[in-house]
């Protein structure tokens, strides 16, 4: 059974930072193209970010490249991202996802 498992998210000020996890099982993890997306209120999901197996290509959307970074431990199953210079519109539910399975989310909520 596959499950996505994501934390690290929370309040934080402008300009902040946070790094989220995602501990991955039940599948090759390995082997694995993961993506980070999030959800902002009363918006449609957002791709973010995605990392192939080995860690070394990785891919970012326009609105995070300079500020997110993407990465995987693939001895611990776990997928991250760091969150640097949050802004307000950060704010939002963070998923990870492989294929059509995606976790449950980790809220960030960037406010003064």
């Known amino acids: 059974q596959v499950q996505l498992v994501e934390s690290g998210g929370g309040l934080v000020q402008p300009g902040g930072s946070l790094r989220l996890s995602c501990a991955a099982s039940?599948?090759?993890?390995?082997?694995?193209?993961m993506r980070w997306a999030r959800q902002a209120p009363g918006k449609e999901l957002e791709w973010l970010s995605g990392?192939?197996?080995?860690?070394?290509?990785?891919t970012y959307a326009d609105s995070v490249k300079d500020r997110f970074t993407i990465s995987r431990d693939n001895a611990k199953d776990t997928l991250y991202l760091q969150l640097d210079d949050l802004k307000t519109e950060d704010t939002g539910v963070y998923y990870c996802?492989?294929?059509?399975?995606r976790g449950q989310g980790t809220q960030v909520t960037v406010s003064s």
């Open positions: 996802s492989w294929g059509a399975s």
């Open positions: 990392i192939w197996g080995s860690g070394v290509v990785k």
């Open positions: 039940g599948f090759a993890f390995s082997g694995a193209f």
